[in-house]
């Protein structure tokens, strides 16, 4: 399955910020991204010249996108006046759009980028179609009414009030009354040794609904200056992980650890300017050329189309101390077969693959030198003759076999298969395959600790069952 998002914001001629950031954050996040435009900036890291509003185009440019392609998600940023602002409201509201809006009015570098005196405008129109607000401390100053620059570490009451506040206006005459919705403040308090990000979720509970406040404290990384961009990526990550199907706080979570890692590897450019580092780094290049060694393989083998299951194929590579499903890479939209041949319907992105991605998860947590998983058809022959020709360790999951609370509870069957097979074996096996059930394909799993080693098993499993 693909995922989409939308952004619409200005564009960033560094590529570190707006619109370019949004497109490297969603790409990271395992997302595709659309795009709408609404101002071209003149700008770099450091300075700000000028912008020009792209209001004319703006619904020829949305009407292209929104009526053609399955859009839920988008992230809004840079609103240059009230004709854009107009438009954009009428767009959400006509398609139902979930959206994050990080209503930045000022650059990094402390000019306009919009209109004098557009903020009651977009508190009225903008801010109750609003699912998350990700406004840093003076926007949230801005769109309160409470002076929150000045405020010392200990002062999260005023916070809480300020976020009350604004959480309030996201109602206002909303129609959207009983829908979740959240407010997270960037760096709302710092010390000399710790920064703080600042969030209140208005959750449904049994109750109802209840407000959730959460401070996140990070240690302060001290530089000169600013980094340039740091509002966009922040937003459209909360974006992309939030089209994932993962719950406001989740998605928060996940943002936050996103833009940590990259906020710790910034880029110096010339005349002291900073960016956010969106390059992939080597650690997940070695990830993805694992990916790519093993599809290689495959997909150079005719044989191999009669392992490719019904659901299709996908190998999963995780980095080495992988903690969730965007630290495991595979491709988008698995492999399947055209013209004879295994072929991938995509790219291979980190954050894309679900089923073997929670094998590797599972199985990493008794033992952490598993990293790859690939999924194969399953005959009784295939199993048979693995299992007489090969020394390759197998062991059969029998779903029948699964406590009611593991079958009801969604996403738990895998860390309970692979905790059985090791409490019976010792070891996470080579493979583990099973005969299905109603709804389920049967499926034979091989795991594998690299490229390499994943590559040698399916060479021992084709040359013994073909």
């Known amino acids: 399955m693909k995922y989409f998002c939308l952004t619409i914001a200005g564009a960033d001629p560094t590529s570190s910020a707006g619109i370019q950031a949004d497109i490297r954050t969603f790409d990271r996040c395992g997302i595709h991204s659309f795009s709408v435009i609404t101002a071209i900036t003149n700008q770099t890291a450091t300075e700000f010249f000028s912008y020009k509003s792209l209001s004319d185009t703006l619904e020829s440019q949305l009407n292209a996108i929104l009526k053609h392609y399955p859009v839920r998600h988008v992230k ?92 309030n206006k996201m109602y206002a005459g909303s129609r959207k009354i009983n829908q979740e919705k959240a407010v997270i403040v960037k760096n709302a308090l710092s010390t000399r040794e710790t920064v703080m990000d600042f969030s209140v979720v208005n959750r449904m509970t049994e109750k109802g609904f209840e407000k959730q406040y959460k401070k996140w404290e990070k240690p302060m990384i001290k530089f000169k200056g600013n980094v340039h961009g740091t509002g966009c990526v922040f937003s459209s990550a909360i974006t992309a992980y939030l089209s994932l199907d993962n719950d406001i706080e989740e998605s928060l979570c996940l943002a936050e650890k996103f833009f940590d890692e990259k906020f710790s590897k910034f880029i110096e450019l010339p005349e002291g300017g900073k960016v956010l580092d969106l390059t992939v780094s080597e650690e997940r290049r070695k990830v993805i050329n694992q990916v790519k060694e093993v599809y290689d393989y495959i997909s150079k083998e005719k044989r191999f189309v009669k392992l490719i299951p019904e659901v299709r194929l996908n190998i999963s590579c995780s980095l080495p101390n992988a903690k969730s499903k965007i630290d495991i890479a595979g491709i988008e939209g698995r492999v399947t077969i055209i013209n004879g041949f295994p072929q991938a319907c995509g790219d291979i992105k980190f954050g894309v693959t679900d089923h073997t991605a929670r094998l590797i998860l599972a199985a990493k947590e008794f033992d952490n030198s598993i990293n790859l998983v690939i999924n194969l058809k399953y005959k009784n022959k295939y199993v048979a003759s693995i299992q007489e020709n090969t020394n390759l360790f197998t062991y059969e999951f029998v779903r029948e076999s699964q406590p009611d609370e593991i079958r009801d509870k969604e996403n738990s069957t895998m860390q309970w298969l692979i905790k059985k097979s090791v409490e019976r074996t010792g070891k996470v096996p080579d493979i583990i395959w099973d005969k299905g059930a109603v709804g389920k394909e049967p499926i034979i799993r091989v795991f594998a600790k690299n490229s390499g080693d994943l590559i040698l098993k399916l060479n021992t499993i084709i040359s013994t069952i073909m």
């Open 76 to 167: 809004v940023g840079m609103i240059p006046d009230i004709e854009s602002l107009d438009i954009i409201a009428e767009y959400i509201q006509k398609y139902n759009l979930i959206v994050v809006y990080d209503p930045v009015t000022i650059s990094s570098a402390g000019k306009r980028l919009s209109l004098e005196g557009i903020e009651p405008h977009i508190e009225q129109k903008l801010l109750p179609l609003v699912k998350i607000l990700t406004p840093n401390l003076s926007e949230a100053s801005k769109y309160s009414g409470i002076n929150l620059l000045e405020i010392k570490f200990s002062d999260t009451l005023i916070l809480r009030k300020a976020c009350d506040t604004l959480l």
